[in-house]
């Protein structure tokens, strides 16, 4: 199929909360089109947000694949995210959740709550493989974003494959480390592929917050001594978090971001960062719990605590908006080392040469690679 150019052919993988704000968000830029409230870039080279046309969408959960779309967005275990219904469009017309190898995508405590659909037909690995890659390449996908649940190791590097085979650049918004692999960052060099990740991070989230805290101790001569951030929500992601043997790379990703982005050494022993709690009543909501202790001048004790309170999906959306417009930017340019501009603005563990950068060094590098389209 031809593909526009003046468009971001996005296929998604997991069609969950977080592909249902990003859904949402598509078609609510679309009908206010004047309208640039919640963007951190109304625009992007040539690309506003209502220019990101999702093409094809696959799932496991029974409830969503073969539906439309946009009606899948809010099938099964998804909820309300918050974006007001009436001020929306349906977008995405034609297109239909096809099904995904489960591989080790849904786990335990997941499938408590989904029933994996029926393989489609009887087919070996390889023919299930080709058949997904027939359907990447007939949507015209140009962008693959992953939206597996945590602890998904397998179907993501299954699916960065296929970004590989099909041509496709790869967004990875969860905690499985790709773009943080030299292998795989190489593979995708030599295949001119843009590859951005790991694990999207949210636009006012627990992480970026953090972050800014662990920045300010260390920027105004105050050593960082303990520190924690306890997270809480009532999605299918807090759900599934709550299956501990799939959490490594999680903890891993939050609480590298933080340490990261504070100059002195940190005790690991006293950072502890993590999903915490699942508590249904919440829903879409999450809640974040950061304290910091520290010592100022001559030794003297200094505390800080903040609670914040968000809306999760959407405001994982309102980043990934811009990763998959920059990745088709750099599949444009031809410019598949976007991830040293890219990756540690928006991800939480971005490439360890970037991963220590701070995020307003990040926003200042991903501007000026901005400046340049
Ligand atoms: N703020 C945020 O919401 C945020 C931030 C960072 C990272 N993430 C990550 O993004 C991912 C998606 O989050 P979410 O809230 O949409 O999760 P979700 O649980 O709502 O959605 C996951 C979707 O994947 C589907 N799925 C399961 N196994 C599959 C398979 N093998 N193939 C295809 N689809 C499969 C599920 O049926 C579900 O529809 C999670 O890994 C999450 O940790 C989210």
């Known amino acids: 199929m031809s593909s526009n150019p003046s468009t971001v052919r996005i296929g998604i993988i997991g069609v969950g909360n977080c592909a249902r704000a990003l859904l949402e968000g598509i078609s609510y830029y679309t009908v206010h089109p004047e309208d640039t409230t919640g963007l951190c870039h109304p625009a992007i080279g040539a690309y506003g947000p209502a220019d990101v046309v999702p093409v094809a969408a696959w799932d496991v959960d029974a409830e969503k694949v073969g539906r439309p779309l946009w009606d899948a967005r809010a099938a099964g275990q998804n909820l309300d995210v918050g974006i007001p219904q009436d001020a929306l469009k349906p977008i995405a017309d034609g297109v239909t959740v096809s099904r995904a190898p489960a591989l080790d995508g849904a786990g335990r405590k997941y499938r408590e709550r989904i029933t994996v659909?029926?393989?489609?037909?009887?087919?070996?690995?390889q023919e299930e493989a080709a058949r997904i890659r027939a359907e990447v390449?007939?949507?015209?996908?140009?962008?693959?974003?992953?939206?597996l649940p945590v602890g998904s190791q397998e179907a993501t590097e299954w699916w960065a494959?296929?970004?590989?085979?099909t041509g496709c650049a790869f967004v990875n918004n969860i905690p499985v480390f790709i773009a943080r692999n030299p292998e795989w960052r190489e593979r995708f060099r030599e295949a001119g592929l843009p590859l951005i990740g790991d694990d999207i991070k949210s636009q006012l989230g627990a992480t970026y917050v953090h972050r800014v805290l662990a920045r300010a101790f260390s920027d105004r001569g105050i050593t960082l001594t303990r520190t924690y951030q306890l997270n809480v929500g009532g999605n299918m992601d807090f759900y599934n978090m709550l299956e501990a043997d799939r959490l490594a790379t999680k903890r891993?990703?939050?609480s590298g971001a933080v340490t990261d982005a504070y100059a002195g050494h940190l005790d690991p022993g006293n950072v502890h960062i993590g999903p915490s709690d699942y508590v249904a009543f919440l829903g879409d909501t999450k809640k974040a719990f950061i304290r910091c202790e520290g010592r100022g001048f001559a030794g003297a004790p200094i505390e800080m605590?903040?609670?914040?309170t968000v809306p999760d999906s959407p405001n994982s959306a309102g980043i990934v908006i811009d990763a998959v417009r920059i990745a088709k930017t750099a599949l444009d340019r031809e410019e598949p080392d976007v991830d040293a501009w890219a990756s540690a603005w928006l991800f939480k563990a971005p490439p360890r040469p970037v991963a220590q950068e701070s995020d307003m060094q990040a926003r200042r590098n991903i501007d000026a690679w901005l400046d340049e389209v």
């Open 305 to 308: 605590e903040l609670q914040l």
């Open 117 to 125: 659909a029926q393989p489609l037909g009887n087919w070996t690995p």
């Open 252 to 254: 891993e990703s939050k």
């Open 161 to 165: 494959q296929v970004a590989l085979d």
């Open 137 to 147: 390449r007939d949507a015209g996908v140009q962008v693959l974003v992953n939206y």
